[in-house]
């Protein structure tokens, strides 16, 4: 499913560690608009649950994610 | 045959494959912090880092006096077995990769290590010896650090939303050249072989009438085992609440403590342990200031005493440098208090609540105020009064 995504905007947070992937992805909605799709890149292994908590707390729709070797891509849908 | 190897598969993708969930682990921590004060001493990591700072300094020449082998210090040993835990683990996980950073993440490893260094100095102990042991043993010095490190944590999210605005720090480029997925694979077997050598060494200890020792390496282990497969992160118990207003490690934590207070009052109401072991001299300049302190240090390395072990076992650069860093500033401002007898006394006195409240009132008192907290910042959960926008 989450091969067919295309993000409006990309976020690498690659070699961040917690908590400034979910910092900056934070900072990153704030610019977007509703409905548009955020693809967040980490390499942080803890990510794999921040984000999606993070969109559960904050009403916005986590559309998947995909393991890339050691990175996982993330998809936000903005409320 | 082929369904016991179904069954084995299963178990060990659900023990290592699947991240353990942050209530599970922390019962496990609370009952393992009773039982390793049962077998020999408490818990406690920022010790341990200070004894290798201690060794490292001895070794260069700087300090005089030689320090106790880390290899027969309880404290380091503790330590090591966290790490070697954390290590294995990542293992046998497949999650051990050497893990680069930008070089401004990379600062604030030194820099946030450095600061938990002398904030645990001044504490008498990290988040672990200085909070969550020194609070399950009914010291009032562990209440004052909470309070402390709440406070730091506050001003740290405070700094790193300011650090956003004006220096974001960039990404790295992954440099794709060389192909992992091999080392990957092999990762189980050489996590088993990591684990095999820790019993041998527990053998070895246990052989040479040092059985203790070789117990808190085990002891050391399982911690580590339990941080890394949860991910377990005691900087959230003070961050989350102003970050994002997530209140579950509040209650995670609240209920490890719960666990970790009564089995210590057991030990000591009984006599079975001495009343003053971990009653921190830390009441409350030592505890309050240096909670600030190593708050403000651990929410700026993204990891406090032991949740910067087992990430820089997971291979995290950043961390690592946290954690070196850690150990030779801990050592140097312990040395520095310890040199001035007025300034260690300025640190504070051991308080032991039930000396003033009694066993009991202190048990209502530091359960109640548990109860409490989770209350309040699992409103806050709902609210969001106390959480900072960015």
Redesign the interface.
């Given at each position: 499913m989450s091969d067919s995504i295309q993000p409006d905007k990309t976020l690498?947070?690659?070699?961040?560690?917690?908590?400034?992937p979910?910092?900056?992805t934070?900072?990153m909605i704030?610019t977007m608009e509703s409905g548009q799709v955020l693809e967040i890149?980490s390499?942080?292994?803890?990510s794999?649950?921040d984000i999606p908590?993070?969109a559960e707390?904050s009403g916005h729709e986590f559309i998947g994610e995909k393991d890339m070797?050691?990175?996982t891509h993330f998809y936000l849908k903005i409320k | 045959m082929k369904i016991f190897k179904e069954i084995i598969a299963n178990w060990y993708s659900k023990v290592f494959y699947v991240?353990w969930s942050i209530g599970t682990a922390g019962v496990l921590i609370g009952i393992t912090s009773v039982l390793v004060f049962a077998w020999e001493r408490p818990w406690g990591v920022a010790g341990g880092l200070k004894d290798l700072g201690d060794t490292f300094f001895y070794m260069i020449g700087i300090y005089a006096n030689k320090p106790n082998s880390p290899f027969f210090s309880t404290s380091s040993i503790l330590t090591i077995g966290l790490f070697w835990g954390a290590f294995a683990s990542a293992l046998m996980s497949k999650?051990f990769?050497l893990?680069?950073?930008?070089t401004v993440?990379i600062v604030k490893g030194i820099i946030g290590g450095s600061i938990m260094g002398t904030g645990a100095a001044m504490a008498k102990g990290c988040n672990i010896g200085g909070f969550y042991v020194a609070m399950s043993a009914m010291s009032l010095g562990g209440l004052c650090m909470m309070v402390g490190l709440f406070v730091g944590a506050y001003i740290g999210i405070r700094y790193?939303?300011w650090e956003?605005e004006h220096y974001?720090?960039s990404?790295?480029?992954?440099s794709?050249k060389k192909n992992?997925?091999r080392f990957l694979k092999i990762q189980p077997y050489l996590g088993t072989i990591v684990l095999i050598l820790a019993f041998i060494t527990m053998i070895i200890y246990s052989q040479n009438a040092y059985t203790k020792l070789g117990g808190l390496l085990l002891f050391g282990i399982a911690f580590g085992i339990i941080m890394h497969r949860s991910?377990f992160?005691f900087v959230r118990f003070f961050?989350d609440p102003f970050?994002?207003?997530?209140a579950d490690m509040i209650r995670t934590v609240s209920i490890s403590l719960m666990i970790s207070i009564i089995g210590f009052a057991i030990l000591k109401w009984t006599g079975l342990r001495d009343e003053m072991v971990y009653v921190t001299k830390s009441f409350w300049i030592g505890g309050f200031i240096g909670g600030i302190v190593f708050g403000f240090g651990m929410?700026i390395s993204?990891?406090c005493g032991s949740g910067s072990i087992w990430?820089a076992a997971?291979g995290?650069l950043?961390?690592i440098f946290c954690v070196i860093f850690f150990a030779l500033t801990t050592s140097l401002v312990n040395k520095i208090i310890k040199a001035s007898p007025e300034l260690n006394q300025l640190m504070g006195y051991r308080v032991f609540l039930p000396d003033y409240l009694t066993y009991g009132w202190s048990l209502i008192l530091l359960i109640g105020l548990l109860c409490f907290l989770s209350l309040i910042f699992t409103w806050n959960e709902r609210t969001e009064k106390f959480t900072i926008d960015?």
């Amino acid at each position: 499913m989450s091969d067919s995504i295309q993000p409006d905007k990309t976020l690498d947070c690659t070699g961040l560690t917690c908590p400034m992937p979910l910092l900056k992805t934070k900072k990153m909605i704030k610019t977007m608009e509703s409905g548009q799709v955020l693809e967040i890149i980490s390499s942080d292994p803890g990510s794999k649950n921040d984000i999606p908590t993070f969109a559960e707390r904050s009403g916005h729709e986590f559309i998947g994610e995909k393991d890339m070797s050691d990175l996982t891509h993330f998809y936000l849908k903005i409320k | 045959m082929k369904i016991f190897k179904e069954i084995i598969a299963n178990w060990y993708s659900k023990v290592f494959y699947v991240n353990w969930s942050i209530g599970t682990a922390g019962v496990l921590i609370g009952i393992t912090s009773v039982l390793v004060f049962a077998w020999e001493r408490p818990w406690g990591v920022a010790g341990g880092l200070k004894d290798l700072g201690d060794t490292f300094f001895y070794m260069i020449g700087i300090y005089a006096n030689k320090p106790n082998s880390p290899f027969f210090s309880t404290s380091s040993i503790l330590t090591i077995g966290l790490f070697w835990g954390a290590f294995a683990s990542a293992l046998m996980s497949k999650q051990f990769i050497l893990r680069k950073a930008p070089t401004v993440e990379i600062v604030k490893g030194i820099i946030g290590g450095s600061i938990m260094g002398t904030g645990a100095a001044m504490a008498k102990g990290c988040n672990i010896g200085g909070f969550y042991v020194a609070m399950s043993a009914m010291s009032l010095g562990g209440l004052c650090m909470m309070v402390g490190l709440f406070v730091g944590a506050y001003i740290g999210i405070r700094y790193l939303y300011w650090e956003l605005e004006h220096y974001p720090s960039s990404h790295i480029q992954k440099s794709r050249k060389k192909n992992k997925t091999r080392f990957l694979k092999i990762q189980p077997y050489l996590g088993t072989i990591v684990l095999i050598l820790a019993f041998i060494t527990m053998i070895i200890y246990s052989q040479n009438a040092y059985t203790k020792l070789g117990g808190l390496l085990l002891f050391g282990i399982a911690f580590g085992i339990i941080m890394h497969r949860s991910r377990f992160c005691f900087v959230r118990f003070f961050r989350d609440p102003f970050m994002s207003g997530e209140a579950d490690m509040i209650r995670t934590v609240s209920i490890s403590l719960m666990i970790s207070i009564i089995g210590f009052a057991i030990l000591k109401w009984t006599g079975l342990r001495d009343e003053m072991v971990y009653v921190t001299k830390s009441f409350w300049i030592g505890g309050f200031i240096g909670g600030i302190v190593f708050g403000f240090g651990m929410v700026i390395s993204g990891g406090c005493g032991s949740g910067s072990i087992w990430r820089a076992a997971e291979g995290h650069l950043k961390l690592i440098f946290c954690v070196i860093f850690f150990a030779l500033t801990t050592s140097l401002v312990n040395k520095i208090i310890k040199a001035s007898p007025e300034l260690n006394q300025l640190m504070g006195y051991r308080v032991f609540l039930p000396d003033y409240l009694t066993y009991g009132w202190s048990l209502i008192l530091l359960i109640g105020l548990l109860c409490f907290l989770s209350l309040i910042f699992t409103w806050n959960e709902r609210t969001e009064k106390f959480t900072i926008d960015i």
